[in-house]
């Protein structure tokens, strides 16, 4: 098998392993322009990564923007179907400002969307697609869940501002201010509390589970992420799963379960995703929605993987050799590794071991 390590770029990688994941699990490609009416990204700021859109006057004078963002589009241009589910993935530029460069680029970026009737089974699939792609791209990650019902209802009846503030405290895991946010906007003593032992809970199902029911019952939204979380280990993830209630929405797109993916070696998330009905709602949809994005450019971060030699098999061989002979050795070289071909040895080549075709053998050397 060829190795593209050495010419792709990890971006490029991580697009090919992607692709035939999603395609595995039944989701179609989905292509779409590269841009969008502006308003569609004013309606829907809150949702947005950055801030920053790139506009220019098309020549109708409307207002349009290069697409910051994925999912909003798809939502725009997809159409309700009562009873089914439509699966979908994607590799698109989007063009939003860099956390590196801290300026605008055009970044790389794959996920998925499954919209439409949804209940709990497509939940689980897409949360199982989001553990196997940080598999495919990372060779150790971790994936942290929650569930905004419960913490939606601890703030029940709470202005929007102030669950947003009470939110962003939780997901900077910031118990300080979190407690001073709470009396500010008048929330019970006994609800503030509750809410700084939910942020401080972190770690694996079994361990965490049990805590929050303690915390705050047996509700319909414990439930549910309980059945979820026991599903991914059954299915082998639990290596990889924690509960972190630090992964919430601070606006009011999202529902149930949310969840963000780390890569060993990268500070932020490399990939972010959960429920989306309230989007779907304010857009104008009648049905639910799950997906997750895989920011591509975030990978840069990961240090390289090291290589103890530049070819496992160097097979020296003779001007004039059988030339059918020495590519059909080579060929059966190369299933315990790479082989490269040479008369001599190159200076500065590394090389696990060196062999010699000759007289339609090959040899030590």
């Given at each position: 098998?060829t190795?593209?390590?050495c010419?792709?770029?990890?971006?490029?990688?991580a697009?090919f392993?992607?692709?035939?994941?999603?395609?595995?699990?039944?989701y179609?490609?989905?292509?779409?322009?590269?841009?969008?009416?502006?308003?569609?990204?004013?309606?829907n700021?809150?949702?947005?990564?950055?801030?920053?859109?790139?506009?220019?006057?098309?020549?109708?004078?409307?207002?349009?923007?290069?697409?910051?963002?994925?999912?909003?589009?798809?939502i725009?241009?997809?159409?309700?179907?009562?009873?089914?589910?439509q699966?979908?993935?994607?590799?698109?530029?989007?063009y939003?400002?860099?956390?590196?460069?801290?300026?605008?680029?055009?970044?790389?970026?794959?996920g998925l969307?499954?919209m439409?009737?949804?209940d709990?089974?497509?939940?689980?699939?897409?949360?199982r697609?989001?553990?196997?792609?940080?598999?495919?791209?990372?060779p150790?990650?971790v994936l942290?869940?929650s569930?905004?019902g419960?913490?939606?209802?601890?703030l029940?009846?709470?202005c929007?501002?102030?669950r947003?503030?009470?939110?962003?405290?939780?997901g900077?895991k910031?118990?300080?201010?979190?407690k001073?946010?709470?009396?500010?906007?008048?929330?019970?003593?006994?609800?503030?509390?509750?809410?700084q032992?939910l942020?401080?809970?972190?770690g694996?199902?079994?361990?965490?589970?049990?805590?929050?029911?303690?915390?705050?019952?047996?509700?319909?939204?414990v439930?549910?992420?309980?059945?979820?979380?026991?599903a991914?280990?059954?299915?082998?993830?639990?290596?990889?799963?924690?509960?972190?209630?630090s992964?919430?929405d601070?606006?009011r797109?999202?529902?149930?379960?949310?969840?963000?993916?780390?890569?060993?070696?990268?500070p932020?998330s490399?990939l972010?995703?959960?429920q989306?009905?309230?989007?779907?709602r304010?857009m104008?949809?009648?049905?639910?929605?799950?997906?997750?994005?895989?920011?591509?450019d975030?990978?840069?971060?990961m240090?390289?993987?090291t290589?103890?030699?530049?070819?496992?098999t160097?097979?020296?061989?003779?001007?004039?050799?059988d030339?059918t002979?020495?590519?059909?050795?080579?060929?059966t070289?190369?299933?315990e590794?790479?082989?490269?071909?040479q008369?001599?040895?190159p200076?500065?080549?590394?090389?696990?071991?060196?062999?010699r075709?000759?007289?339609?053998?090959?040899?030590?050397?």
């Open positions: 098998m190795d593209y390590g010419t792709l770029r990890r971006e490029e990688q697009v392993a992607l692709r035939g994941l999603y395609e595995d699990y039944g179609a490609p989905y292509k779409m322009s590269k841009f969008e009416e502006y308003d569609l990204y004013v309606r700021k809150e949702f947005l990564i950055s801030d920053g859109v790139i506009t220019f006057t098309d020549t109708d004078g409307k207002l349009m923007a290069l697409k910051p963002d994925v999912t909003l589009s798809i725009k241009n997809s159409r309700d179907e009562s009873g089914c589910v699966k979908v993935y994607y590799n698109e530029n989007v939003r400002v860099s956390e590196d460069a801290h300026c605008f680029k055009e970044i790389l970026q794959t969307e499954c439409g009737d949804i709990d089974g497509c939940v689980y699939e897409v949360l697609l989001a553990a196997e792609s940080l598999r495919r791209i990372a150790k990650a942290d869940v569930h905004l419960v913490v939606d209802s601890l029940d009846g709470l929007a501002e102030g947003g503030k009470i939110c962003h405290c939780m900077e910031n118990a300080h201010e979190l001073a946010v709470c009396a500010k906007y008048g929330v019970a003593e006994d609800v503030a509390d509750k809410l032992k942020v401080g809970l972190y694996a199902p079994d361990k965490v589970m049990p805590a929050l029911r303690d915390l705050v019952g047996d509700t319909a939204a439930a549910t992420l309980e059945t979820l979380t026991a991914m280990v059954a299915g082998g993830y639990g290596d990889m799963l924690r509960v972190d209630f992964v919430i601070e606006g797109y999202y529902n149930g379960i949310v969840f963000r993916g780390f890569a060993q070696g990268v932020d490399v972010s995703g959960g989306y009905d309230r989007l779907m304010q104008g949809r009648r049905g639910g929605a799950v997906g997750f994005a895989v920011y591509l975030r990978l840069g971060r240090p390289e993987a290589r103890e030699y530049d070819v496992d160097l097979l020296l061989y003779d001007e004039g050799c030339l002979a020495l590519y059909a050795a080579a060929g070289l190369r299933g590794g790479s082989v490269m071909l008369k001599e040895i200076s500065k080549l590394t090389y696990r071991r060196v062999c075709f000759k007289n339609g053998e090959v040899k030590p050397v």
